[in-house]
Structure formats: C-alpha cells, structure tokens
C-alpha cells in the first residue's frame, strides 16, 4: 500500500489532534495546520519525519494555499485533506453580535471553503483525491447556544458545511475527488469544556451508550473516508454520536 499524504487541520487540539497521531502511527506522511502553532508544537512529536507542522488561520487565503504548497515541497504529493479545525460561538440568538456571526462563519465555512479549494487544485493534476469536512450534530437537534453548547452562528455555519461538501462533491466528482463529511456527537475535547457536571450529565441520558465520545472514534471516521475502502462514497454525511440523534 502506497503511503498516504495527508493535511489536517485542527491539529492543536481534540479530534485534529487524535486524527494526526493516528495517521502518523499508520505510517501516513501528515501536514497539521492549526492556529495554535505552539500548542500543536507541544503536543506532536518534534523528530518524526512524516510530519511537518504549519501554523496560521484556515480563513486566510494565502495561508490555506501556504499549507499546500508546502505540503507539495515536504512530500511531494498530496492525496487527502481531513478539516477538523473551527471556531466555536455559544451566544444565545439575543446576545449574539454581527462581529461573532460574521467570525464564526468565516472560519468555519469560507475556511472549509478556502482549504477545500487549495487542496483540490493538486488532487486535480493527480486525478485522484479525497476531501472530508466536519459537520455537526447540533444541525439536526437546531441547539440554541448558552453554557457551552454551539448557538445560532455555530450551528448556521455547521449547515452550511454540509451544503459546501455537497456542492464540491458534485464539481470534483468527475475529477475523481470524493468530498464527505463527518457529523460528530458531543465529543470530549476543549470544545465543551465550559459544560458543567449536571449539564453533561443531562445530556448523556440522550446517548443510548451513556456516553461522549473520545477524539480518536470521531477521527477514525474521517481516516476511514479517505481510504480506499470508502471508494465508492462521495456527497455524504458520516454520523457519529452514540446514537443521540434518535429517540
Ligand atoms: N467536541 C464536540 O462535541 C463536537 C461536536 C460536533 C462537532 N465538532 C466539530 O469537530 C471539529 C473538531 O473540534 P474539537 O471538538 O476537536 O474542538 P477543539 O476546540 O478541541 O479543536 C478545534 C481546533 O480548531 C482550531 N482552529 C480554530 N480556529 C481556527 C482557525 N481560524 N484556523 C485554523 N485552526 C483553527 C483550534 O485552534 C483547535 O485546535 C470541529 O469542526 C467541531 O466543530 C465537535
């Protein structure tokens, strides 16, 4: 099996962070982006030749064409892309500002938009590659923000990942490039942190396993979208939560 070059974003932290050392442990060449360059410096290894480590803001243009550029120059090709990485917002719709709405969706969409775009020129020129995007359960349940949980700009900009991941997978389709999207439950990372016990402990009574999930499950899922096994998926949505999302 030829190894596998891969950029993730998100790396600095939570399901970023798991998916780059799992990859890393599967032997995969990997470039970890995220804003937090010396959290991420910290927490990856600092000698592993498969990793190469870039810092800066998905919402920037020039630097989401910097990740791969320097993706090209390190390992010479590039065959997937998996985007953890974004901002969250918990305002509530009557505390919420124009300038938070206006962040939020653009990191998490003109973000996953702009990544998404650099790392599909390459995969073109290579007629093959696989791009996965992450979505939200908050989408379906439509939460309200307060207390942690992801507000109206938070779960408008996790939809929206969903109809961009739709609208790439029918472009670059025929250029042999799938594009899906993971759709995590609540998951234990800095994320939700600011949940308090009686909230967590509410919550956890809608997830028939009685529980969070870990990064690595949720990341698990975006490295299997981007093997081969998933060859034939392209335009879909990976849902991942426990089973919180019926009953
Ligand atoms: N944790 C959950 O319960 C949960 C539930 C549903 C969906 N998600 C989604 O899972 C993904 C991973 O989140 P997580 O739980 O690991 O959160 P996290 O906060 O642990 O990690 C998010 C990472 O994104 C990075 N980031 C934020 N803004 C950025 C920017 N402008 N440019 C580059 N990097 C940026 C952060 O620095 C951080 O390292 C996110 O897309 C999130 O929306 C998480």
Redesign the pocket.
């Known amino acids: 099996m030829t190894t596998q070059t891969v950029i993730v ?9 798991a998916c780059t050392k799992l990859l890393l442990a599967e032997g995969a060449q990997v470039t970890a ?4 360059g010396e ?2 410096a910290e927490l990856l290894p600092a000698d592993d030749e498969n990793l190469h480590q870039i810092a ?4 920037d243009p020039a630097v989401c064409e910097k990740v791969v550029a320097e993706t090209l120059d390190q390992f010479g090709k590039l065959d997937a892309l998996i985007h ?5 917002s918990s305002a509530r719709w009557d505390e919420l500002g124009a300038e938070e709405c206006t962040r939020t969706l653009e ?2 969409v003109t ?1 996953s938009f702009l990544i998404s775009q650099a790392a599909a020129k390459p995969m073109i020129k290579q007629g093959k590659g696989a791009i996965v995007l ?5 989408v379906l349940h439509g939460v309200t923000g307060g207390e942690g949980q992801g507000g109206p700009a ?1 779960v408008a900009s ?1 939809g929206a990942v969903i109809a961009l991941m739709r609208s790439f997978a029918r472009a670059l389709g025929p250029e042999g490039i799938r594009v899906n999207a993971v ?10 942190e600011s949940y308090s016990e009686e909230q967590r402990d509410n919550m956890k009574q809608r997830f028939p396993l009685g529980r ?2 870990r ?1 690595e499950e ?1 990341a698990e899922g975006g490295i299997y979208l981007i093997s081969d096994k998933a060859s034939f998926m392209t335009g879909e949505t990976m849902h991942i939560n426990g089973g919180s999302n019926f009953g």
């Open positions: 974003t998100g790396a600095a932290s939570g399901i970023g962070l982006f995220d804003i937090q959290r991420m800066g803001d998905v919402s953890w990485g974004a901002a969250h990191v998490n973000g992450c979505t939200s359960t908050s938070y996790k759709s995590p439950g609540i998951t234990e990372t800095a994320m939700i969070f999930a990064p949720i």
